[in-house]
């Protein structure tokens, strides 16, 4: 489809094992954006990507988790080392507009539901 | 910092009744103001926003006026119908340099029976 597709849907990882989430944004969308929406809260912003360039990474809770988006289309979120506080849906949306012209109205994926035991 | 505040769900309603979800926000600057809605299965979908105060945000029966007085975003619908049963989240845009960054409420269920 012409959506925001995220891979995996689900994944249970054990405690302490490396997850990759990965997200193909809408194409030709030039800003990209990573939230985590954990149970019963609404989604928090983690970082934003302007074409290759991640431009916004002041919401990653810690250094265990990195994103990436090379060529500037595809983006993958991992986290390393993975805690049970980790567990929550990592939100992939994405935009036609860069910068100050974003104005909020974002597309989003399904999310990658993550549970760690 | 900025922060959104809906009222707790779930929501229930019958088809046809009317439908209000309160949002109050706090945020510094001159934030412009949405309404997300989650369908089952589906992914966030925008589905009103208003960029500055008294305007009004409008789309498939939904309304929400901005209200910077009262620092409010309510929804409002006339007439609800079964196939509006989803998730709303109301949400901010940080002004300024970071206005691509959004903050989000915790979102109210909506359910509505025939």
């Known amino acids: 489809g012409a959506g925001v597709s995220q891979s995996p849907r689900y994944k249970v990882a054990k405690r302490g094992q490396d997850v990759a989430l990965r997200c193909d944004p809408i194409?030709?969308?030039?800003?990209l954006f990573w939230y985590q929406q954990a149970l019963g809260q609404g989604p928090e912003f983690l970082t934003y990507?302007?074409?290759?360039?991640?431009?916004?990474k002041s919401g990653l809770p810690s250094d265990r988790f990195f994103a990436e988006r090379p060529e500037g289309s595809v983006s993958t979120l991992k986290i390393q080392r993975t805690q049970q506080e980790d567990s929550a849906v990592y939100l992939c949306?994405?935009?036609?507009?860069?910068?100050?012209?974003?104005?909020?109205?974002?597309?989003f994926g399904e999310g990658s539901r993550l549970t760690v035991l | 910092g900025n922060s959104v505040t809906q009222m707790e769900g779930p929501v229930t309603l019958s088809e046809e009744a009317f439908l209000t979800i309160n949002c109050t926000y706090t945020?510094?600057?001159?934030?412009?103001l949405f309404w997300y809605v989650q369908y089952p299965g589906e992914g966030l979908q925008l589905l009103l926003k208003?960029?500055?105060?008294?305007d009004k945000g409008s789309n498939k029966g939904f309304e929400a006026t901005y209200r910077k007085e009262t620092t409010s975003f309510h929804l409002e619908k006339g007439s609800v119908q079964v196939s509006d049963s989803a998730v709303y989240f109301c949400?901010?845009?940080?002004?300024?340099?970071?206005?691509?960054?959004?903050?989000f409420g915790k979102g109210t269920l909506l359910t509505v029976n025939p």
């Open positions: 949306a994405s935009s036609p507009k860069s910068g100050l012209l974003n104005t909020g109205e974002l597309f």
């Open positions: 945020a510094t600057g001159y934030p412009s």
């Open positions: 194409s030709g969308h030039v800003s």
């Open positions: 208003a960029t500055k105060a008294d």
């Open positions: 990507f302007q074409n290759e360039a991640q431009l916004d």
């Open positions: 949400a901010l845009s940080d002004s300024g340099g970071s206005n691509y960054k959004l903050t």
